[in-house]
């Protein structure tokens, strides 16, 4: 008879052992994204996604620790742009998101930085045990980057729409979650995160954005940057819904109200000093996010007020629904997270606070 008999083998390839021998020190933490020469032009319009995937190529040619996975989606996610330059580096674990995540970790306990990417849906929801056991748990090194979040992945619908990914991340210890505006910001998020060791989920889209914030924004860890000064309310925005923010708040100034306006980047660590100073100086608050109401900014925001400085909080989002299928514009437009309904929910909110 034969006896069965569990092996279980560990290979470690030339590439892999020349990556890690040839490893430079790791960078020195650090809370500001480290200066450099923008890869995306100001005026026109980039998707979050695009300037992740040139931000990430960037840093490959800057340190030979940064190693990338994928779930056979790096033409969407733009990895692709790291794969074609240094091909050594990256791996294209297949349709596996669990599996990629449990293998990013495991790379990042050699010392490496690994940035591992696939739709939000699948590495939020999909491999959400492996990055609560493998990578948050552990403290590992892995930089979650999931593209295609929110309703503006568009006519893909509600299965690939994730609206609870926020929730989800920023439930976990040790997790910082981030959300950029456009496509600088995102530049210097990817950049923060290479240079902070430690988990972190970026959030990035699919649809294009205007490049509107200014030159010299700088993003930090754990920091709000103020966009526009106001004393009548503030209306705090995150991602996608940035721009329409400052649009809203353009309109507000038309009808004689001062709306201060709150780019929330840094959703996990959170800036509770400026949100905290704001509740304080204009009374009142509008959330805006293209995520469920529950879990994500709005809850963070109503969570700080309501324990520093208790205001009026309106919060506006998906409410407890899923999304559809359609242009990112026209749903945005449809859950009334553009200028618009953001000015005439704070219009509202204004009208019962005064």
Same mark, same amino acid.
């Given at each position: 008879?034969?006896?069965?008999?569990?092996?279980?083998?560990?290979?470690?390839?030339?590439?892999?052992?020349?990556?890690?021998?040839? !490893? $430079?020190?790791?960078?020195?933490?650090?809370? %500001?994204?480290?200066?450099?020469?923008?890869? @995306?032009?100001?005026?026109?319009?980039?998707?979050?996604?695009? *300037?992740?995937?040139?931000?990430?190529?960037?840093?490959?040619?800057?340190?030979?620790?940064?190693?990338?996975? /994928?779930?056979?989606?790096?033409?969407? @996610? %733009?990895?692709?742009?790291?794969?074609?330059?240094?091909? /050594? !580096? =990256?791996?294209?674990?297949?349709?596996?998101? *669990?599996?990629?995540?449990?293998?990013?970790?495991?790379?990042?306990?050699?010392?490496?930085?690994?940035?591992?990417?696939?739709?939000?849906?699948?590495?939020?929801?999909?491999?959400?045990?492996?990055?609560?056991?493998?990578?948050?748990?552990?403290?590992?090194?892995?930089?979650?980057?999931?593209?295609?979040?929110?309703?503006?992945?568009?006519?893909?619908?509600?299965?690939?729409?994730?609206?609870?990914?926020?929730?989800?991340?920023?439930?976990?210890?040790?997790? !910082?979650? =981030?959300? $950029?505006?456009?496509?600088?910001?995102?530049?210097?998020?990817? !950049?923060?995160?290479?240079?902070? $060791?430690?988990?972190?989920?970026?959030?990035?889209?699919?649809?294009?954005?205007?490049?509107?914030?200014?030159?010299?924004?700088?993003?930090?860890?754990?920091?709000?940057?103020?966009?526009?000064?106001?004393?009548?309310?503030?209306?705090?925005?995150?991602? +996608?819904?940035?721009?329409?923010?400052?649009?809203?708040?353009?309109?507000?100034?038309?009808?004689?109200?001062?709306?201060?306006?709150?780019?929330?980047?840094?959703? %996990?660590?959170?800036?509770?000093?400026?949100?905290? +100073?704001?509740?304080?100086?204009?009374?009142?608050?509008?959330?805006?996010?293209?995520?469920?109401?529950?879990?994500?900014?709005?809850?963070?925001?109503?969570?700080?007020?309501?324990?520093?400085?208790?205001? $009026?909080?309106?919060?506006?989002?998906?409410?407890?629904? =899923?999304?559809?299928?359609?242009?990112?514009?026209?749903?945005?437009?449809?859950?009334?997270?553009?200028?618009?309904?953001?000015?005439?929910?704070?219009?509202?909110?204004?009208?019962?606070?005064?």
């Amino acid at each position: 008879m034969f006896a069965l008999r569990t092996v279980c083998t560990h290979v470690v390839t030339d590439t892999a052992r020349d990556t890690h021998r040839h !490893r $430079p020190a790791a960078p020195t933490p650090s809370r %500001k994204a480290p200066t450099t020469v923008s890869v @995306t032009k100001k005026g026109g319009d980039v998707a979050t996604r695009e *300037a992740y995937g040139k931000a990430l190529a960037e840093l490959g040619g800057e340190r030979s620790d940064i190693v990338v996975l /994928d779930a056979d989606l790096s033409g969407s @996610t %733009k990895t692709g742009q790291f794969a074609k330059q240094y091909g /050594d !580096r =990256f791996f294209n674990m297949g349709v596996a998101e *669990a599996n990629m995540i449990g293998v990013a970790s495991g790379l990042a306990s050699t010392g490496l930085t690994v940035f591992a990417s696939s739709f939000a849906m699948f590495a939020a929801g999909k491999a959400f045990e492996q990055v609560r056991q493998e990578v948050a748990l552990p403290v590992a090194n892995v930089k979650i980057c999931a593209t295609h979040a929110g309703i503006t992945v568009g006519e893909d619908g509600a299965s690939h729409q994730v609206l609870e990914d926020v929730a989800i991340m920023r439930v976990l210890p040790n997790m !910082r979650v =981030f959300v $950029p505006a456009d496509g600088l910001e995102t530049e210097q998020v990817i !950049r923060a995160v290479a240079a902070s $060791p430690g988990p972190a989920y970026v959030r990035l889209s699919r649809m294009k954005v205007p490049m509107f914030l200014p030159e010299d924004h700088v993003f930090e860890i754990g920091k709000i940057s103020t966009l526009r000064a106001g004393d009548d309310i503030t209306i705090a925005a995150t991602g +996608t819904c940035v721009v329409h923010a400052v649009q809203a708040a353009e309109l507000l100034a038309e009808k004689g109200y001062s709306a201060r306006v709150l780019n929330v980047c840094s959703i %996990k660590p959170l800036d509770v000093e400026t949100l905290v +100073t704001a509740a304080q100086e204009t009374g009142a608050f509008v959330t805006v996010e293209e995520h469920q109401r529950v879990g994500g900014l709005g809850s963070a925001v109503a969570e700080v007020v309501a324990e520093h400085a208790p205001c $009026p909080v309106r919060r506006l989002g998906m409410d407890d629904r =899923f999304g559809e299928s359609g242009k990112g514009e026209q749903l945005m437009e449809h859950f009334g997270l553009t200028a618009p309904s953001i000015a005439g929910a704070a219009l509202e909110l204004l009208g019962q606070s005064s």
